[in-house]
């Protein structure tokens, strides 16, 4: 019977070794950025690690002749590239922890 609680106790500390790397991991993440980019590069968005969108910078030749139906497809265009990197690198810093395995909740 002792030695369940034994091993009960050493999952318990992997378990919060863990959540300690879990959490470092999101703080890393914050400070990371990713750049998404549409129109050749005359629309681009800067988004952090964890997905926060952080800056949008639209060139100026877009703005000339501004075209209202480009230049919203063009942000969404940067804002999903920018997503998309944000959430693959977010996915990589969290499988080195959990070795590739996909805990719901987690990204």
Do not use: C, H, W, Y
Not at 26 to 44: F, N, P, Q
Not at 61 to 68: C, F, M, N, R, Y
């Amino acid at each position: 019977m002792s030695g369940s609680f034994g091993e009960l106790g050493s999952l318990l500390k992997q378990a919060q070794q863990m959540q300690r790397e879990l959490d470092r991991v999101r703080e890393e993440l914050k400070t990371r950025t990713v750049e998404g980019i549409a129109g050749g590069g005359t629309v681009r968005v800067q988004v952090s690690g964890d997905r926060n969108v952080l800056k949008i910078e639209i060139a100026p030749e877009l703005l000339a002749k501004p075209d209202k139906a480009l230049l919203e497809d063009l942000v969404l265009a940067a804002l999903r590239d920018g997503l998309g990197r944000a959430s693959q690198v977010s996915s990589e810093a969290f499988a080195r922890i959990t070795g590739g395995i996909q805990l719901p909740g987690l990204f």
